[in-house]
C-alpha cells in the first residue's frame, strides 16, 4: 500500500503530535508493537475491540526454558513471555528442573535462555538438560524451531559455553534456528532485548493477545535501573575491620528516599564506578596517547582519559581481552598462553591491562585499543540489610581490593572508589540486582546459613528481615574468617541477635588465631549429626562466598555429612544434594 499524502484528519495529527511529544524510547517499542498488531488484525479480517482488544486469531505456542544460577535467566524468560503474550503467543515458562527434556521432540516453538556458571559449566538447573541436550539420547528435532539466548562472563575462557553447546546440539538434531545464538557479557540487557525482538518477530508477527489492557510488554530497562541508574546518596561509612586486621572492610548505608527502588534479603547492589586514577594515567603515558584524544565509546566521542576512567575495563584481564590484543597484534608469545590453560590462567590472576601492554609492547592507535578494552560493568555487592528494617536504605558490605604484584600496587576499581573517592553526602549510581535464587523462606522454616567474610552480608539482611517478621529461633550461622579481634564482622549485633534468641545458634572459624587453620568446613563437620537432623526437618542451607575454594569445600563436606549421616552411597548422597537444590532448600551466592 502506498500513501502518497497524510491520511490522518486535522484532529488526529493534533492528538498524535501530543502523544510522541515526550514518549520514552520503551513507549516507543509498545507503541510499535500495538500499531503493528492492530494492522495484522485489520489485514487477516479480525475484529479488534478497543475496550479489551479481543480477536480471534489462531495463537502461536511456545515453550521458554530457561537455566539460572542468580535468576537472570528467569527474569529474562518472564520478559519474554509477556512480550511474546502481546504478539499473540501462548508462551509456557519452564525451569529446567521441572522440564520433562523427553518431551522435547513434542516441542515446536522453542526459546532457552540459560547462563554459564565458572569456566563453562551448566547451572545446578540446567545440568540434566545439558547432559540430555549433548548426550547420545537426546531425540531428532526437526520439526523443532528454537534458539537461544546464552547468559555468561567475558572473564572465563568458556565465555557462554553452556548456551553455544545447547544451540549447537539442537543444530545438529535438525532443529531450525530462528534467529542465531545470542551470546551476552554481563552487560546482558541491550543484546537481550533485541534477541527477544528479533526471536518473535521471526516467529509469528501476528495481532496482540486477547487482553492487553493498555498495558506495554515489559522492557528489560525499567524506570531506575542497570541502564538508568540511581544517584543514592551516602548516609553512613564505617570500616568494620580492626587495626590488626590485614582486611580492610567497609559498611555503607545509601538513601533510597523517593527512588521507588524495592528489594528482597538475597538481591545485590549493583553500584557504578571509576578506574583508579594511577592506573589510568600509567596507561596514557605508556602508550603515548595524548590524554585530550577522542576515541569512539558506543558512537560518543569521549577523551581517551574519560573512556578508560569511566567506560573501559582496565583493572581486570579477561580471556576475551588477552584474545583480541593477539589478534590485532599478532604476538606469538600471546598465541602461547592463550594454547596453554595453565599459564594463562596463571597470568589472568592479579594482572591488568598496564601488565599486557608492559609484557607486550605494541604501537597502539587509540581508537583499535579501546575497541579491544570490555565495557566497564557495575561491580554487584550482596545487600546487607532488610527494607523492612532499615527503611528507604541499602546497606552493603564492601571488602576492599589492595595488593602489589610485579613490584606495583594494585587496586579494585569500585572497591578503592567506594573507600577513597566517596563521603558521606556523595552520591554514587546504583541499581537493584533481583536474585530469585537466593532467597529466605516464606514459611519462616529452619535455616542454615554460611558465609566467609563479607560472604556474611546476606544474612545480616535474613536475620534482619526475621527479626521484623516476629521469627526467633530456627536459625544457625556459620562465619569464618582470619581473626576474631579484628575480623569479627557485625559481632555485636550478631551477639544481640542471639542473646534476644532471635539466633538460635552461632558457630565461627577463625583460621589465623591458631597453628592449625581452622575452616567453616570443619565447624560443619563437627556438628554434622545436628546439621543432618536440621535438613531432615526441612531446614534450607546456605551458601554465600568465595566460588573457587570455599564454596567447593562446603560443598564437598555437606555431601560427606549426608553420605556419613544418611547411611547412604556417594552417588546416593550427590542424588540427595541435588534434590536439595530442586526444592530450593540448598540456595548459593558465589563469586
Given at each position: 500500500m502506498s500513501i502518497k499524502s497524510n491520511p490522518l484528519n486535522e484532529k488526529q495529527i493534533v492528538a498524535l503530535n501530543e502523544l510522541v511529544q515526550n514518549v520514552t524510547a520503551d513507549q516507543i517499542i509498545w507503541l510499535n508493537g500495538f500499531l503493528e498488531g492492530r494492522l495484522s488484525a485489520l489485514n487477516q479480517g479480525t475484529t479488534v475491540n478497543s475496550k479489551t482488544e479481543s480477536i480471534s486469531v489462531m495463537q502461536t505456542k511456545l515453550t521458554i526454558?530457561?537455566?539460572?544460577?542468580?535468576?537472570?535467566?528467569?527474569?529474562?524468560?518472564?520478559?519474554?513471555?509477556?512480550?511474546?503474550?502481546?504478539?499473540?503467543?501462548?508462551?509456557?515458562?519452564?525451569?529446567?528442573?521441572?522440564y520433562n527434556y523427553k518431551k522435547l521432540k513434542e516441542e515446536e516453538n522453542l526459546a532457552i535462555i540459560v547462563s554459564t556458571h565458572g569456566e563453562g559449566e551448566p547451572p545446578d538447573m540446567a545440568e540434566d538438560f545439558y547432559k540430555y541436550i549433548t548426550g547420545k539420547r537426546a531425540p531428532k528435532l526437526e520439526n523443532l524451531s528454537y534458539s537461544v539466548l546464552a547468559l555468561g562472563d567475558k572473564s572465563y575462557k568458556y565465555f557462554c559455553k553452556t548456551g553455544d553447546d545447547i544451540y549447537?546440539?539442537?543444530?545438529?538434531?535438525?532443529?531450525?534456528?530462528?534467529?542465531?545464538?545470542?551470546?551476552?557479557?554481563?552487560?546482558?540487557?541491550?543484546?537481550?532485548?533485541?534477541?527477544?525482538?528479533?526471536?518473535?518477530?521471526?516467529?509469528?508477527?501476528?495481532?496482540?493477545?486477547?487482553?492487553?489492557?493498555?498495558?506495554a510488554p515489559k522492557s528489560v530497562v525499567d524506570e531506575y535501573s542497570k541502564r538508568n541508574p540511581y544517584l543514592a546518596t551516602v548516609l553512613e561509612k564505617v570500616k568494620i575491620t580492626g587495626r590488626e586486621s590485614d582486611k580492610e572492610v567497609y559498611h555503607l548505608e545509601l538513601s533510597l528516599e523517593d527512588s521507588g527502588l524495592t528489594y528482597e534479603p538475597g538481591d545485590s547492589l549493583g553500584i557504578f564506578t571509576k578506574n583508579p586514577e594511577s592506573?589510568?594515567?600509567?596507561?596514557?603515558?605508556?602508550?603515548?596517547?595524548?590524554?585530550?584524544?577522542?576515541?569512539?565509546?558506543?558512537?560518543?566521542?569521549?577523551?581517551?582519559?574519560?573512556?578508560?576512567?569511566?567506560?573501559?575495563?582496565?583493572?581486570?584481564?579477561?580471556?576475551?581481552?588477552?584474545?583480541?590484543?593477539f589478534e590485532k597484534t599478532n604476538n606469538q608469545e600471546i598465541g602461547k598462553l592463550l594454547n596453554d590453560d595453565k599459564l594463562l590462567d596463571d597470568y589472568l590472576y592479579g594482572h591488568d591491562v598496564l601488565d599486557l601492554l608492559e609484557d607486550f609492547p605494541f604501537d597502539w592507535n587509540a581508537n583499535k585499543f579501546v575497541e579491544i578494552l570490555?565495557?566497564?560493568?557495575?561491580?554487584?555487592?550482596?545487600?546487607?540489610?532488610?527494607?523492612?528494617?532499615?527503611?528507604?536504605?541499602?546497606?552493603?558490605?564492601?571488602?576492599?581490593?589492595?595488593?602489589?604484584t610485579n613490584g606495583r600496587k594494585r587496586l579494585g576499581a569500585c572497591s578503592s572508589y567506594l573507600a577513597e573517592g566517596i563521603e558521606l553526602d556523595s552520591q554514587v549510581p546504583i541499581y537493584i540486582d533481583k536474585n530469585p535464587s537466593f532467597k529466605l523462606p516464606a514459611n519462616g522454616s529452619k535455616i542454615i546459613m554460611v558465609g566467609a567474610g563479607t560472604g556474611i552480608a546476606p544474612y545480616r539482611a535474613f536475620m534482619q528481615e526475621r527479626e521484623s517478621r516476629g521469627l526467633k529461633g530456627n536459625s544457625w550461622l556459620f562465619f569464618g574468617d582470619r581473626r576474631f579481634n579484628?575480623?569479627?564482622?557485625?559481632?555485636?549485633?550478631?551477639?544481640?541477635?542471639?542473646?534476644?534468641?532471635?539466633?538460635?545458634?552461632?558457630?565461627v572459624a577463625f583460621s589465623r588465631d591458631q597453628k592449625e587453620k581452622i575452616y567453616v568446613q570443619h565447624k560443619l563437620k563437627e556438628n554434622e549429626k545436628e546439621i543432618y537432623e536440621w535438613i531432615e526437618n526441612g531446614a534450607h542451607f546456605y551458601l554465600c562466598g568465595d566460588m573457587k575454594h570455599m564454596a567447593k569445600d562446603v560443598n564437598k563436606t555437606l555431601l560427606e555429612i549426608i553420605q556419613t549421616q544418611g547411611g547412604i552411597s556417594e552417588e546416593q548422597a550427590e542424588k540427595y544434594l541435588k534434590n536439595l537444590k530442586r526444592e530450593k532448600r540448598f540456595q548459593t551466592d558465589v563469586y
Open positions: 526454558l530457561y537455566g539460572s544460577e542468580t535468576g537472570n535467566s528467569k527474569s529474562l524468560a518472564d520478559i519474554l513471555a509477556e512480550k511474546a503474550a502481546f504478539k499473540n503467543i501462548s508462551a509456557n515458562v519452564i525451569s529446567m528442573y521441572d549447537s546440539a539442537c543444530k545438529k538434531l535438525g532443529a531450525y534456528s530462528i534467529v542465531a545464538l545470542e551470546s551476552c557479557d554481563v552487560d546482558y540487557e541491550a543484546k537481550a532485548e533485541v534477541w527477544m525482538n528479533n526471536f518473535l518477530l521471526n516467529l509469528a508477527p501476528v495481532a496482540p493477545t486477547a487482553k492487553i489492557e493498555n498495558e592506573l589510568v594515567e600509567q596507561i596514557i603515558q605508556k602508550t603515548g596517547f595524548s590524554p585530550d584524544q577522542l576515541v569512539d565509546i558506543n558512537n560518543e566521542e569521549v577523551s581517551i582519559v574519560d573512556a578508560l576512567s569511566y567506560h573501559l575495563e582496565i583493572t581486570i584481564l579477561t580471556f576475551d581481552i588477552i584474545r583480541k590484543y570490555r565495557a566497564l560493568p557495575p561491580r554487584l555487592y550482596s545487600i546487607s540489610s532488610s527494607l523492612e528494617s532499615v527503611g528507604e536504605e541499602v546497606h552493603a558490605t564492601v571488602s576492599v581490593v589492595r595488593y602489589e579484628a575480623d569479627f564482622l557485625y559481632q555485636i549485633e550478631w551477639q544481640k541477635l542471639l542473646k534476644t534468641k532471635h539466633l538460635e545458634k552461632l558457630d
